[in-house]
């Protein structure tokens, strides 16, 4: 029996979770590396069609920067060719971010819209999946995805009670266990340096004298570490939601000892000030806001209590129901800050469980007998 589209979206949020999650310990911390990346060969690209106007190649580039003529490994590529080769200036480098995130799909998805056409005339777009991720030499610390669920991730998007902080720190121990066991030496060469030693390697490999990089949110700290390895190889860098570079790599102080990389980001005052944005906008947008009735931000105050002492029901469209917890409520909240244009259907939801949850529905509960 197919899966029902709830258990589908858990199951790319947990997805999500491995990526970030993990990923955020791999990634944090650039390592030297004493050979330089000009030590290693340059690959060779050889590009086949992959449809829809998109080619796709495969570069190899070595495992250890400081052995670059041992073990290789794989990344995969795509690229959407200038529009007007006759006048290409080069290749723009894309990252989305995450880290983790796959530049593959980053480009066949938004590349036609990230850039006007006269950049795409002149600019071939090169999107590659970072070492350990998706189509390039991955990481694998499972042979399943059900088996990732059922032993690394716990039920729930963040831990709230102790009982669950306890279920949290065990399911962490069994991934660091399994990616140990399991993930190849692959797992020790993942740091934000390695991919831009990749990324020059593949600067080189598409005849680029100098960069030209696009990056987003974690792609900054990327483009930021490439600039600081190679500031002679760099024609220009673009990036985007821009994340503190020392904060994300070390903190300051003992901070790294102390605090995960997203407290010392302070990503949860960011997520406040935006979340204050919706509440003015829902508010401001009246009956064009489902949830504006009322005061937007009290309201939410009041349900996450509500949803604190005892979780929700709310209907999965298909005739069952999804518990909704508190975790959730703050999880999806937290998601749907990053894309306004879903502002209003998190309003519609936020409504939903409002009127669910409210004392006059849990009145009306009692007197019916639960009915």
């Known amino acids: 029996m ?23 310990i791999l990634l944090a911390v650039p390592t030297a590396i004493a050979a330089p990346a000009a030590a290693a060969r340059v690959p060779q690209l050889h590009w086949t069609d992959c449809g829809d106007g998109f080619q796709c190649a495969t570069a190899w580039v070595p495992l250890d920067y400081d052995r670059p003529r041992g073990a290789q490994i794989s990344l995969a590529l795509i690229r959407l060719p200038a529009g007007d080769p006759a006048h290409k200036l ?73 009982q669950e902080e306890r279920t949290w720190v065990r399911f962490d121990r069994n991934l660091a ?20 030693r990749d990324m020059d390697l593949l600067r080189q ?51 790294a000892r102390t605090q995960p990389v997203f407290n010392r980001l302070r990503s ?38 509500r949803l604190l002492r005892e979780p929700a029901q709310l209907p999965d469209g298909q005739g069952g129901t999804i518990t909704v917890t508190y975790a959730d409520l703050v999880a999806g909240t937290f998601g749907a800050l990053y894309s306004p244009e879903v502002w209003p259907e998190l309003a519609e939801v936020l409504q939903q469980l409002d009127t669910l949850t409210s004392p006059q529905a849990a009145a009306a509960s009692r007197t019916s007998g639960g009915c």
């Open 205 to 255: 490999a598409v005849g680029d004298k100098g960069l030209t990089y696009f990056g987003v949110s974690y792609g900054s700290y990327l483009g930021a570490t490439y600039a600081n390895l190679f500031p002679g190889k760099v024609r220009a860098l673009a990036v985007d939601a821009i994340i503190d570079p020392v904060a994300w790599a070390t903190g300051r102080g003992n901070q």
């Open 90 to 162: 080069g290749s723009v480098f894309l990252n989305p971010g995450g880290p983790g995130g796959s530049g593959v799909d980053f480009v066949r998805d938004a590349g036609r819209f990230l850039f006007t056409e006269q950049v795409r005339a002149r600019f071939d777009l090169v999107g590659f999946d970072p070492r350990g991720i998706i189509r390039s030499t991955p990481l694998r610390c499972y042979d399943t995805l059900d088996q990732a669920i059922a032993d690394a991730f716990a039920p729930f998007p963040f831990p709230v009670t102790r």
């Open 2 to 24: 197919a899966a029902s589209p709830t258990v589908r979206l858990r199951r790319r949020r947990i997805v999500a979770t491995i990526i970030a999650g993990l990923l955020s």
């Open 177 to 196: 266990r399994a990616c140990a066991a399991r993930g190849g030496p692959i797992l020790n060469h993942m740091a934000t340096a390695d991919a831009a």
């Open 268 to 305: 949860a005052q960011g997520a406040y000030a935006i979340l204050g944005e919706f509440f003015r906008l829902c508010d401001q947008g009246g009956d064009n806001c489902a949830f504006s009735q009322g005061n937007p931000r009290r309201r939410y105050a009041a349900l996450a209590k």
